[in-house]
């Protein structure tokens, strides 16, 4: 499966041509020849229409972590842990061998995890990795019994830690399994919450053991609605994130075209990484589809396609 950008930053086009240009120069550079300006054009089809959306939606108020020694010590003891309690500025450590346990504590902050390093990064086939009918419940049933799973959380999806090991001339002597990841994610007004702040989950090793488990998520309450810009708006900053888009019979002109596919368009909020101060989780649009890149500068053939994932604030700045 192709990578799936998440912050697309203008596009690939531009590298590209700037690669091939570079190559053009070299070759041309004894000659003192000056290039022309590569066009680099864009175009957009919406596969999805834009959605309707309502003129004012709501903005929440990160609630600040109240995380005490003696909430650490009860961690210490659900995960198995011995060792000292590092009280840092900006977060609890605690280290016991292989084994972390980090909890933040600053404002505006929402990261808990514990990992056992040595068992996660292991590459070589475990005895007894559970199901995934087993794992899931297992994992509900854990964070549920911690209080890690609150009722605005949804199944994300189950995945395997897989790995591969090659010789010298690059043959697989190894392949297998060596833990599973249950993966839950949460929602505001029903809506699924995009970005790293927003996920909880729980890693399975040998004969079922927890060797990973983090519930990343600031609590929050209702601040106030404020107005957001249009789908219109939204689809005009968006394409801001790309070359210029061509006029009505422009495009056939450019060296380099851009062919840009929006097939899913959605409203909902973002969440910074847990770790990160964040006073406020706000409204974004999400766009979502593939584009495809072609042309030719100097001798150089453009090919390339992928897919995107570009979020638009909902907000307008003030």
């Known amino acids: 499966m192709r990578k799936i950008c998440i912050l697309l930053l203008l596009s690939g086009a531009l590298f590209l041509v700037k690669a091939a240009r570079e190559d053009v120069t070299s070759s041309e550079s004894e000659n003192q020849q000056k290039l022309p300006e590569v066009k680099v054009l864009a175009s957009f089809e919406l596969v999805q229409p834009l959605l309707e959306v309502p003129e004012r939606m709501m903005v929440y108020r990160t609630v600040d972590p109240k995380i005490t ?10 995960f198995g842990f011995e060792g000292q309690i590092d009280d840092r500025k900006r977060q609890f450590v605690v280290k016991d061998q292989d084994k972390v346990l980090e909890v933040f504590k600053q404002p505006g902050t929402g990261y808990l995890r514990y990992s ?8 070589e086939e475990v005895k007894n990795i559970p199901s995934e009918d087993e794992a899931i419940s297992k994992a509900e049933k854990f964070l549920k019994s911690y209080g890690f799973l609150p009722e605005n ?12 090991k090659y010789d010298s001339v690059g043959k697989t002597i190894a392949h297998g399994k060596s833990a599973i990841s249950v993966g839950f994610g949460f929602k505001i007004e029903g809506m699924k919450v995009e970005g790293p ?22 609590e929050i309450e209702p601040d106030k609605e404020m107005k957001i810009i249009t789908p ?18 422009e495009l056939e002109k450019a060296e380099v075209k851009t062919k840009v596919n ?9 969440a910074e990484p847990g770790c990160l101060p964040e006073s406020h989780i706000k409204p974004v649009y999400i766009f979502k589809g593939d584009y495809q890149i072609s042309g030719k500068v100097g001798e150089r053939e453009i090919k390339d396609s992928d897919y995107f994932k570009i979020i638009i604030p909902a907000i307008p700045k003030e």
Request: glycine share 6%.
């Open 116 to 123: 056992n390093n040595t068992k996660l990064a292991i590459e």
């Open 262 to 270: 929006i097939r899913e368009v959605y409203v909902t909020y973002y």
């Open 232 to 249: 219109e708006d939204a689809f005009a900053k968006f394409k801001q994130r790309w070359p210029r888009e061509a006029e009505p019979k």
């Open 153 to 164: 959380t949804f199944l994300n999806g189950v995945q395997y830690y897989e790995f591969s």
């Open 69 to 78: 020694r003696d909430d650490v010590r009860r961690l210490m003891k659900i």
């Open 197 to 218: 702040g927003a996920k909880a989950s729980v890693i399975f090793g040998e004969n079922g053991e927890i060797i990973g488990a983090s519930k990343i998520w600031r």
